[in-house]
């Protein structure tokens, strides 16, 4: 437990920090909207160039990536299917329900809790590629369709967007750049890499300190033709919604890992811990800033990210201490 208490403690703790800046007022009315946006177009793209540019991409093909796919591909689809039927959203808030219900906090908590209870965080670094390469182009071409093609755009601008929409995001550019460079073999020189590094270690604090901000925030900023629907729904509905995100996030995709691992793929015990935990790890931030770059309803993905990483301290110490913490 104290591990894991290790873990939580910068997240809790930047997020406080955030929280109490924003309603000191310290850094003005719009810190939360600059903020995020340096953490979409700068910060983000260059730690994610930095990783995969690093990264060998032949470790994905193995027994444990399939059982974690399966549980993320399936509670994606359930948080889409979801945010539409259950609560009413549109497609660019189906996307971010589809995110904040089976995208896990990777790297600054995953890695955290893998080095402390598996004792390495190879796994890890796996699960980043896979989120960073095939999970999060999904989600934005989603949220892309939802809130930029517009009624009467017509199918040929549709498809132009989709077509041109790497270049036009910075994440999957950082991304695809990345695994050219990995493909390639190319490295940067030492100045513009440790510049690159510098950057990309914003990310996450800046990130955890937009989210505090948002703590304090009104509804999201306007944008989305969807955000005025969103806005309005009644608070237990609200509460509702983030209910089920959470039980799928912290509780169907971990045991669907479980299912998976064990009596289809019969993983080693210790690899088996290692897909259960990555797969109870809470809602990455990523969901949150994504909502507020395009304009949607901030509220739901905020109070995702914040709940099931309250709910997962229980459900990370259940998944290690049911499936032990031997090593392999």
Avoid at 249 to 270: D, F, M, S, W
């Amino acid at each position: 437990m104290h591990a894991l208490l290790s873990a939580f403690a910068p997240i809790w703790i930047l997020t406080a920090i955030g929280y109490a800046v924003g309603r000191s007022g310290l850094l003005g009315a719009q810190a939360e909207a600059v903020l995020g946006r340096f953490v979409f177009h700068v910060a983000m793209p260059a730690a994610l160039f930095t990783m995969v540019s690093g990264a060998r991409l032949n470790t994905f093909a193995n027994s444990s990536m399939v059982a974690f796919a399966a549980g993320t591909a399936l509670v994606c689809g359930l948080g889409f299917m979801a945010a539409g039927r259950l609560f009413g959203r549109g497609t660019a808030d189906r996307a971010i329900g589809s995110m904040t219900s089976g995208y896990v906090n990777s790297a600054n908590l995953g890695i955290p809790v893998a080095v402390q209870v598996l004792g390495d965080a190879s796994f890890v670094a796996q699960i980043i590629l896979f989120q960073v390469l095939l999970v999060s182009p999904v989600v934005l071409a989603l949220l892309d369709s939802g809130t930029g093609a517009g009624a009467g755009s017509g199918k040929a601008v549709v498809f132009r967007r989709m077509l041109t929409m790497p270049v036009r995001n910075p994440i999957i550019m950082a991304s695809l750049l990345g695994v050219a460079a990995s493909a390639l073999g190319l490295r940067l020189p030492h100045a513009l890499a440790h510049s690159c590094d510098l950057l990309g270690a914003a990310a996450v604090p800046t990130a955890l300190i937009t989210l505090g901000l948002s703590l304090n925030s009104r509804p999201a900023a306007p944008g989305s033709a969807e955000l005025a629907q969103n806005t309005t729904r009644p608070g237990r509905t609200a509460r509702r919604e983030v209910v089920v995100t959470v039980a799928l996030k912290t509780l169907v995709q971990p045991l669907t890992a479980l299912a998976v691992g064990g009596p289809l793929l019969h993983l080693p015990e210790h690899q088996l811990l290692a897909v259960v935990l990555c797969s109870a790890l809470p809602t990455a931030q990523n969901a949150f800033i994504y909502a507020q770059q395009y304009g949607l309803d901030t509220r739901p993905a905020r109070n995702a990210v914040v709940a099931s990483t309250v709910v997962s301290m229980g459900t990370l110490s259940l998944a290690t201490w049911a499936l032990g913490t031997t090593g392999p």
